[in-house]
């Protein structure tokens, strides 16, 4: 029972917040995220981090950019400094289609 309650208070924070961000993710994000997508609830996904915030990036980046008004041009410069951050990240998920 206590999982399945879990489960609706993140559905519900959904709808209250005014944008998502994830972190890798499993189980429960991958839910979380297509509610948010639903409700028309803006989320960013980390998707350098892998796991279901990459899933989500790579099915919904043309949403996801149009959200946080990000110009296309922009995302190689997001990759390069997620790449100073986490340097064992190979290839940017942000500039892969």
Request: aromatic share 8%; no cysteine; hydrophobic share 40%.
């Amino acid at each position: 029972m206590g999982e399945r309650s879990a489960l609706r208070r993140r559905l519900a924070l959904v709808r209250e917040v005014d944008a998502i961000i994830t972190i890798a993710g499993r189980r429960h994000t991958e839910i979380v995220l297509e509610e948010a997508l639903e409700t028309n609830t803006p989320v960013l996904p980390l998707a350098f981090a892998r796991g279901d915030s990459k899933r989500f990036w790579k099915a919904n980046k043309k949403q996801i950019v149009q959200w946080f008004s990000l110009a296309e041009n922009e995302l190689p410069a997001w990759s390069n400094s997620i790449s100073r951050i986490f340097p064992s990240t190979s290839t940017s998920p942000l500039t892969s289609s």
